[in-house]
């Protein structure tokens, strides 16, 4: 038995030190790209976020007082979105994953739906611009801005919980029916409680692009300014994100406002982080309980 | 009697089911439809060689250029840009979490990455727009700083997580068994890695790679605000030129076309365009999952 | 081991229950509070050029101070938004920095609407540089070259030996409309120009950057900013309120709000104030030229 490296083991140790090096580096870089764009907005961000940022409604102009109807603005569009994509998603990943026959059409189906997971969101904007607001004649609103949200992340919860469905083992249901539990039971008590967590994954993601997406709302409800908060569905409405891209480029003191923008744009990432460290929670919850597809 | 209750709920919640599924499938067929009904009527009024091969876009009603050339150009600089700075260190790093990082170095970097991945595309070109675009400008003495390059590095910030975290979810799925058999045969860490594990996972990889292109090929409001929106082919210096993507293009001019005009049907083409763009990159993606499963 | 399986399927489900439900009620008290939510007559949509965009937001954050049961909200978007939302019957008023064109007069009658036109002020075009761009003016023949790509470096026209960054906006703009017309005619523009989708954008690139001209509208103008007098046959002028309303500025034009014949009462109150000496003198101070 030899004790010592072989030239060939030498070689490979010193090609492994090089590769994890390079890793090391990229992470890295990935570590300082993000602290340096959250450090930037928190560091010129905070100092505009005061109680009266959050609480009030845009003043003067919009050089002064808060950004509370944009704050509503977002979160109810958000929670609107949801509600659409994530029933209708799991609906459909359900019936593709546990009931569609293989063939053709199912293989179209879910070609068809990972190129709408894909497809840019400025393309949701015109179709939910030119369906919902000029065809159907629905009013430049809540709604519609939340109908075209739910599109955009309808075919991600689809594809994501198709994925967390798949990875629960096939032994699972067999070991269901063979108890005698019918199919829809299955589902319903042992393949999705076990995809759970594959499932918040995608409406993590979601939650984040409904939040940040402006294109969607460009043209199909979103207003540079609205005295009140939106008191039905059908008003247009002030959000985040349509916020701060008008305030930095549309606005007249872009340079005055820039405290605004920097807060807005720092009240956006924390609503986003917040959503998301929930769904994280609970995932690592069900993941702790044993349910985890992992 | 309890039998024939869990039947009819089992054959009810069949069909709802299959309602659910086609219904949702049918209404995002329904985007694909209005796509190509709105580009079929432009190619009524408008040459398709002369949009294919035009290099100029001018919308205005003098003009009435619609050309694609330019905005394919834009679209394909910027995401190129984006891919070759973030694929390998999505890659790289999406490895080194998955098979690297201790336990404790892992459970800090996946949420770092989800952080990233959470950051809003606006707040991005925001971002761009406030440091990156004077930064360049003084640094490289260009006419303006909203270049190419700034839309691939926003784009490439874009694309990295969801490239990092869907690589990693593959990467961290390759059954133990599979390495510890390379291991058994005498591979150090490195060599199982590239020789068992990135194999294993490659069709989990291609997919995070792919959904990255589709991220960058698809944002608009970050190149919106940083690539100058020049409408021209950069023949000299393609990345420090300003360019402009078919998305911005889109967002830029949607609001004011009415409907049934020719400059309604030109926005939906390229909205076409970029759609089967997608569904390119998406076969590929599937191909590459295909060969990967038969070469098995 | 396996009843504590059980239980925690159990568990799961009674927490996916509880969340769905939560859920639910949010959603259905949204929804409620949509359906008894007041009647959008009130409601006064402004949509279009983002020139008059600043404008518009102040007049309307005073009117309301004064008549709060109407509810009005503003967006940019660009003239040429405005109008064709005005066309769709998307809007109430439609912002404008250019008049509206005949096309447009005739879809909109095919839609049913007969644009009325109210000018609410008078605007200049400010040709604005960078503060240490040392150019002073220019003449109307130079500023076409260089938008047209005649003249691409700055020491053509008298300044440093520097490449001309040359900026407009977008095709939905009315600002950048009226320019082409007034500036260029027939003369085409150049193809590489740095397009920005509004008037603010503008003037953050050119605030920041040394080879940048671009144009504005006189209101928004500001001391980050150096404007160019337009030299015409050996006269300077500089777009001042006196100077806009005579037109003796050459690039004088009107800012309009454009409506429905049949406009909703509330919007058409609207449209009085702005029109009242206290709505003018908004105006005024805004930096926009009154018609009164």
């Known amino acids: 038995m030899k004790t010592g490296k072989t030239a060939y083991r030498k070689k490979q140790d010193a090609y492994q030190k090089i590769a994890f090096g390079l890793m090391k580096i990229s992470t890295a870089v990935v570590v300082m790209v993000l602290l340096l764009i959250i450090g930037d907005i928190v560091i010129k961000g905070a100092p505009s976020l005061t109680i009266e940022f959050l609480t009030q409604m845009p003043k003067n102009q919009m050089t002064e007082g808060g950004i509370l109807s944009c704050l509503v603005g977002t979160i109810e569009l958000v929670i609107l979105a949801l509600s659409v994509a994530v029933p209708l998603g799991i609906v459909a990943a359900v019936y593709l994953t546990e009931y569609a026959s293989e063939g053709k059409v199912k293989r179209f189906v879910e070609q068809a739906v990972n190129n709408l997971a894909g497809t840019p969101s400025i393309v949701f904007g015109l179709f939910g611009m030119a369906f919902f607001v000029k065809y159907i004649g629905l009013p430049q609103s809540l709604l519609t801005s939340s109908l075209t949200m739910g599109l955009l992340i309808l075919p991600v919860i689809i594809r994501t919980t198709q994925e967390a469905l798949l990875s629960v083992p096939q032994s699972y249901r067999d070991a269901s029916m063979a108890l005698g539990i019918t199919k829809w039971e299955t589902i319903r008590h042992v393949v999705l409680p076990a995809a759970y967590s594959g499932m918040l994954t995608g409406i993590i993601i979601s939650i984040g692009r409904a939040a940040g997406e402006t294109a969607p709302i460009l043209l199909t409800g979103a207003v540079y300014f609205y005295p009140k908060l939106p008191d039905s569905v059908f008003s247009p409405f002030m959000a985040l994100s349509y916020h701060l891209y008008v305030m930095a480029t549309e606005g007249m003191n872009i340079e005055l406002t820039r405290g605004i923008q920097y807060g807005t744009a720092l009240v956006l990432i924390i609503l986003v982080f917040s959503m998301n460290l929930i769904a994280v929670g609970l995932r690592r919850h069900y993941r702790k309980k044993g349910i985890g597809s992992n | 009697m309890k039998r024939n209750m869990r039947n009819f ?13 086609i219904g949702t499938i049918l209404i995002l067929l329904l985007i694909c439809f209005f796509l190509l009904a709105e580009t079929a009527n432009f190619l009524k009024t408008y040459p398709i060689w002369d949009f294919l091969t035009g290099t100029e876009w001018k919308p205005d009603e003098a003009s009435r250029k619609f050309g694609l050339l330019p905005l394919l150009a834009g679209t394909f600089i910027t995401t190129f840009g984006a891919v070759l700075l973030a694929v390998p260190i999505g890659i790289l790093s999406a490895v080194y979490i998955a098979e690297l990082a201790g336990p404790k170095t892992a459970e800090i970097l996946k949420p770092a990455v989800e952080l990233l991945a959470g950051i809003p595309s606006v707040v991005l070109g925001f971002f761009g727009l406030v440091l990156l675009v004077p930064t360049f400008q003084s640094a490289f003495d260009l006419t303006t700083g909203q270049t190419a390059l700034t839309g691939s590095i926003i784009l490439a910030i874009m694309a990295l997580p969801t490239i ?18 390379s291991f058994a045969l005498g591979s150090n860490h490195w060599q199982t890695i590239y020789k068992v594990t990135i194999p294993a996972a490659l069709s989990g990889i291609s997919a995070a790679v792919i959904l990255g292109v589709g991220r960058a090929i698809g944002e608009t409001m970050a190149v919106m605000m940083v690539t100058g929106n020049m409408a021209i082919i950069p023949w000299s210096e393609p990345f420090l030129s300003s360019v402009r993507t078919i998305t911005a293009t889109i ?12 400059h309604y049907y030109a926005l939906f083409t390229i909205g076409a365009v970029l759609f089967l763009l997608t569904i390119i990159i998406n076969g590929i993606a599937d191909a590459v999952k295909r060969k990967h499963h038969r070469g098995e | 081991m396996k009843k504590q399986g059980l239980q925690n399927i159990k568990n799961a489900n009674k927490s996916f229950a509880s969340v769905t439900i939560l859920a639910a009620l949010i959603l259905i008290s949204l929804i409620g509070a949509g359906c008894l939510g007041q009647e959008t007559d009130n409601n006064v949509v402004v949509s279009g050029s983002t020139s008059i965009l600043p404008l518009a937001q102040s007049l309307s954050e005073k009117y309301m101070e004064i008549h709060n049961e109407t509810v009005i909200s503003v967006k940019g978007g660009g003239s040429g938004t405005g109008i064709a939302e005005l066309i769709d019957g998307s809007n109430d008023i439609a912002m404008a920095s250019r008049k509206i064109k005949d096309t447009e007069v005739t879809n909109a009658q095919a839609n049913g609407i007969n644009p009325v036109e109210h000018m609410i002020a008078k605007d200049g075009i400010a040709v604005i540089v960078h503060p240490a761009n040392p150019v002073k003016n220019l003449t109307l023949e130079q500023l076409q070259k260089i938008y047209s790509g005649e003249i691409r470096n700055w020491s053509e026209v008298g300044g440093n030996d520097e490449e001309i960054a040359a900026i407009a906006r977008d095709s939905s703009s009315g600002t950048q409309e009226f320019f082409t017309e007034a500036v260029m005619g027939d003369v085409e523009l150049r193809s590489d120009l740095i397009t920005q989708s509004a008037t603010g954008a503008v003037t953050q690139e050119v605030m920041q950057n040394q080879k940048a001209i671009g144009f504005i509208n006189a209101a928004y103008q500001n001391a980050n900013l150096k404007t160019i007098g337009l030299d015409v046959n050996g006269t300077v002028f500089m777009p001042t309120e006196e100077n806009v309303l005579s037109e003796k500025y050459p690039l004088s034009r009107g800012l309009y709000l454009y409506t429905d014949a049949n406009v909703k009462e509330q919007a058409d109150e609207f449209i009085q104030y702005i029109f009242s000496t206290e709505g003018q003198k908004i105006v005024r101070e805004m930096g926009y030229t009154a018609v009164q």
């Open chain 2, 251 to 262: 967002a830029l001019e949607m609001g004011e076309v009415a409907q049934g005009t020719e």
């Open chain 2, 164 to 181: 990092i975290s869907v690589s990693e979810d593959a990467i961290s799925s390759v059954p133990a068994s599979l390495k510890q058999g």
């Open chain 2, 9 to 21: 709920n089992e054959k009810t919640m069949k069909f709802l089911f299959f309602i659910g599924g």
